[in-house]
């Protein structure tokens, strides 16, 4: 460990063992992780490392100071950042194992019964075996090739490892480690394995532009895999419509599109992908391969209400077995809409049939079992033996105090169940379920206005109840809202909400509409109008609005530092003076410190501004917290506070105080919350030491200093993240080369 100076990640390509461990040799214990690596391949170790920065995290992170090291693994995926896809009413299993283990080294084999190790010591090999249970009579045998060197037999338990040394000559090679249970079953062995050097993988390589990109195939390749691993940066729409540009009715691109279109609640638009698709797959036959297509239809046809035309997509996509078990779902959800009760069972059986464990399947057959009169009980027994957060099995034995102690009051989690009540056209029964809620949250409000609107009561008055932790974001919540706002067009909660859904649906006229019309009305919510100057500023290019929006927000919430903070980048990238972002800052002084982000953005000014005095003053006071993003903006204000404050001693000819100050530069106190990287050369500092050592005719020390700061990368290069070397060190270089 003391040789990794810097965060380092160490990634296991590929492994043929269902194991990866750590192990604490001063401790002589360690932790183990067990799955099969055909579901688990994936395993990494992430580390600070033993540097300064190290240590820094070490005390962020830990209890007694590190220091900190993360084992990670994964299932379905065969690195850290790798997703595979869960497809609807997918179910993807595994079984994995973290457990204990001690006085075993470096493994080399492992399971949820054994470690095994042996290790070449100078009497001849050291055998090593702890068990994660008490075995009895178990045979431990040690073969060179296929001779028998050492066999015994012995009691094992957890309380510490076996350990034996057989003493003589070994080719430890050709070693295998072998225990055996009392009935002679091999528990588990182990040999050395031949260490090689496998060829690196090949990085992924990054998607170019979609007219850089020659055929429609790759085109929708780079949309399937930008959607996969949900990309930060790059956005697949643009490839569906490069290939729907070149032909408009791919049927890959449709239905890629299309998917694009529903999930922000375009169901018009959607539909009218879908069904191109179908159009160019019923080219030449009705019945084509995939039904997907149907399918994707049905549902846009169900959102949009035409439930009929909906209820013969999904019929059609029963044709094709990969659609077909969702698909019965969806025409046993629309029968019974009609009340149609035994063709609803039957083809939520077929649904069944083609996927056991499809959770809503099986509670909407135990639901229609119930209501036809039959027993249902055993239905609810075995969904729930299988799934104990089945809300709507547990609804039908009347488990409402389990559904409260399962659910613990998570709003999602009620709205979700509700929603298929909802689709069903089981009001009665959304309603009990959405009573048991203790909690204001205006959705669930929504939610009960809409149920008894169908129930043909009187709506539930939507008081304004807290807004601050009311995150709709599904499109059953869409429909929800729209129907709040059709009812009630001055419905200023609802306007708000819905025009959150729009935005994060990305449909930001429909957004900026909604919210300029809850704000007319009144709604007096800072949130409101920090979204408002969003919108204007990001996409509708609306400058002074938007200043004035995030003004009304703080004017509305006097407590709010991230409204100063969201002002501030404003101020910023509408070019505002230094001067006046200044005093923009210190009129709030009393919020600067409930957010480091923001006084690290006061501090950075106050160095602007000349105020280096005022800026290491407050660096020293306060005890900052890294968030990721901020790595370095800490440290960086700190070293420029002293090389200011050192650069004006050097004016004044005072070498003795600059040098102190400069030398201050090259340590992080702990308060900072950051360390120095190992690769930091720190060549400015170094270079104006070298100046004031010879100033003061030390010209030894000035010599060793300008050394120093000719230290790091030659080349000049982007600096994109924060521990690149930037590139105004490369010019203190040349300077110390000439100096």
């Known amino acids: 460990y003391k040789n990794i100076p810097v965060p380092t990640s160490y990634m296991a390509h590929k492994s043929n063992f269902d194991f990866v461990g750590g192990y604490d040799y001063a401790q002589k214990a360690g932790i183990m992780h067990i799955a099969d690596h055909h579901v688990s391949p994936g395993k990494k170790q992430w580390t600070w490392g033993n540097g300064d920065f190290g240590q820094a995290w070490d005390r962020n992170l830990t209890d007694n100071n590190g220091p900190y090291i993360e084992l990670m693994t994964g299932v379905y995926t065969d690195n850290q950042p790798d997703f595979t896809w869960l497809k609807a009413f997918e179910e993807k299993t595994f079984t994995q194992y973290f457990m204990p283990y001690k006085g075993c080294g470096y493994a080399k084999n492992a399971s949820t019964k054994l470690v095994l190790n042996f290790e070449e ?113 790059f956005d697949s729409l643009p490839y569906y419509k490069e290939a729907l540009k070149r032909d408009s009715y791919d049927v890959r691109a449709n239905n890629g599109y299309g998917l694009n279109l529903l999930r922000r609640g375009l169901f018009q638009e959607a539909k009218a992908c879908f069904q191109k698709a179908i159009d160019r797959l019923s080219q030449f036959t009705l019945n084509p391969f995939e039904g997907r297509s149907y399918y994707n239809l049905g549902l846009a046809l169900a959102y949009e209400g035409e439930y009929d035309k909906a209820y013969d997509s999904f019929y059609k996509a029963t044709w094709s077995y990969e659609e077909a078990q969702k698909s019965f779902y969806a025409l046993a959800v629309l029968s019974l809409r009609k009340e149609e009760l035994e063709p609803a069972l039957y083809f939520v059986n077929r649904a069944i049939v083609y996927n056991a464990h499809n959770i809503k399947a099986c509670a909407l057959k135990a639901y229609l079992l119930k209501r036809l009169g039959q027993d249902y009980i055993a239905q609810v027994e075995e969904n729930l033996s299988y799934e104990p957060f089945d809300y709507l099995s547990l609804l039908l034995i009347n488990k409402e105090e389990t559904i409260k102690n399962l659910a613990h009051n998570r709003i999602a989690t009620y709205l979700y169940t509700a929603s298929d009540l909802i689709a069903y056209k089981c009001y009665n029964e959304a309603l009990i379920l959405l009573n048991l809620l203790e909690n204001s949250n205006p959705m669930v409000a929504y939610y009960k206005a809409y149920v008894y609107s169908q129930l043909g009561k009187e709506d539930a008055k939507v008081q304004e109840s807290n807004l601050d932790c009311c995150f709709p974001n599904t499109l059953e919540d869409l429909k929800i809202l729209e129907y709040a706002v059709n009812k009630n067009s001055e419905d200023k909660v609802a306007l708000y909400l819905l025009g959150n859904l729009y935005y994060d649906k990305k449909r930001y006229e429909e957004a900026y509409n ?72 210190e009129e709030r002084k009393e919020l600067l410190l409930k957010r480091d982000d923001l006084l690290i953005s006061y501090i950075s000014l106050l160095n602007l501004s000349g105020r280096e005095a005022e800026s290491l003053s407050l660096l020293n006071s306060h005890h900052f917290h890294p968030w990721e993003g901020g790595e370095g903006k800490v440290t960086k204000e700190y070293m420029l506070s002293l090389k200011l404050l050192a650069r004006t001693k050097m004016k004044n000819k005072e070498w003795e105080d600059a040098l102190s100050l400069l030398s201050k530069a090259l340590v992080f106190p702990h308060n900072l919350g950051e360390g120095k990287l190992e690769g930091s050369k720190d060549n400015d500092i170094h270079y104006l030491m070298g100046i004031c050592y010879r100033a003061k005719g030390e010209e030894n020390e000035a010599l060793q200093e300008f050394y120093l700061a000719t230290l790091g990368a030659e080349e000049i290069a982007n600096a994109l993240y924060y521990y690149d070397q930037s590139a105004d060190m490369s010019f203190f270089q040349a300077l110390a080369l000439f100096a």
């Open 121 to 233: 010591v100078k009497e001849g090999v050291k055998l090593m075996v702890y068990p994660t249970s008490c075995y009895e009579k178990v045979t431990i045998k040690l073969t060179q090739g296929t001779k028998e060197v050492f066999r015994t037999k012995c009691d094992i338990t957890p309380y510490s490892a076996w350990t034996t040394t057989v003493e003589g000559t070994f080719n430890i090679s050709s070693l295998a480690l072998s225990v055996f249970d009392e009935k002679g079953t091999l528990m588990l062995s182990c040999k050395e394995e031949e260490e090689s050097l496998s060829p690196l993988p090949s990085p992924a390589p990054q998607a170019k532009e979609p007219n850089q990109i020659l055929t429609n195939e790759e085109l929708i390749l780079t949309a399937e895999h930008l959607e996969q691993y949900r990309h930060a940066t």
């Open 514 to 585: 909604v919210w300029k019309k809850s704000a007319e009305l009144k709604l007096e919510y800072s949130v409101l109008y920090r979204n408002l100057s969003i919108v204007s500023y990001n996409k509708r290019g609306e400058k002074v609005e938007a200043v004035a929006y995030l003004l009304k927000a703080m004017e509305l919430d006097k407590e709010d530092a991230r409204l100063v903070f969201e002002l501030l980048q404003l101020y910023e990238k509408l070019k505002k003076s230094i001067s006046f972002r200044l005093n923009f800052l």
